[in-house]
């Protein structure tokens, strides 16, 4: 299969079950558009990974459902250890000398400051990875991950078509999780 073909049909199968596979994304993380849109862009990427090994007839939907359901189970497994994390943090009642709520994490034994996670955008790493971006994925950045808006409000904002804005921010957060598998693991 050529490039152009192999594109043709993505955007093909894109177009046909985009909506439902979405929705479906969406009931199953309880409503949350930015999770439900992180899943939904794994499982597109994954199909278009694969294009050239599959072999795609009428059952490409029920492929779809069920990298679907492998993506969404991953997702609550990362979110699920995440939460746990935070709740254990939330539920310390120990103060730090300088006025700040602090526990010991118990995965890893770590004194941690803060409890809010968007505290993790503004720690030294993060601010050197947004430096090392390009001006344009730096908008992205900071539009999608630091104000937390949806793909299509980021396009809108950054002035760039929905599907650019998309693969730039796929390509980002790749990054992301590099650099937090990087630094955490």
């Known amino acids: 299969m050529s490039d152009n073909e192999k594109n043709d049909r993505f955007d093909e199968i894109l177009d046909t079950y985009k909506q439902e596979i979405f929705n479906y994304c969406f009931r199953k993380l309880s409503q949350n558009t930015f999770l ?3 899943v939904f862009d794994d499982i597109f990427i994954h199909l278009y990974s694969k294009m050239d ?3 795609l007839g009428k059952n490409i939907r029920a492929y779809l459902y ?7 189970k991953e997702k609550l497994r990362t979110e699920r250890r995440y939460y746990k994390h935070h709740v254990s943090l939330e539920e310390s009642e120990e103060i730090a000398p300088e006025g700040q709520q602090s526990t010991t994490d118990s995965y890893s034994q770590v004194d941690v400051t803060s409890t809010n996670p968007d505290d993790f955008l503004e720690s030294p790493d993060m601010k050197e ?3 090392s971006l390009s001006f344009q994925d730096q908008q992205l950045y900071e539009l999608r991950i630091e104000k937390h808006l949806s793909i299509k ?8 078509p929905y599907s650019t804005t998309r693969l730039h921010l796929m390509s980002i957060e790749e990054r992301v999780k590099e650099k937090i598998h990087e630094l955490f693991y």
Request: charged letters at 40%; hydrophobic letters at 40%; glycine letters at 0%.
């Open 129 to 131: 990875f947004k430096r």
């Open 53 to 55: 090994h599959l072999i």
């Open 36 to 38: 439900a849109e992180e």
């Open 153 to 160: 409000e980021t396009a809108e904002r950054s002035n760039l």
């Open 66 to 72: 069920r990298t679907a359901d492998l993506k969404i």
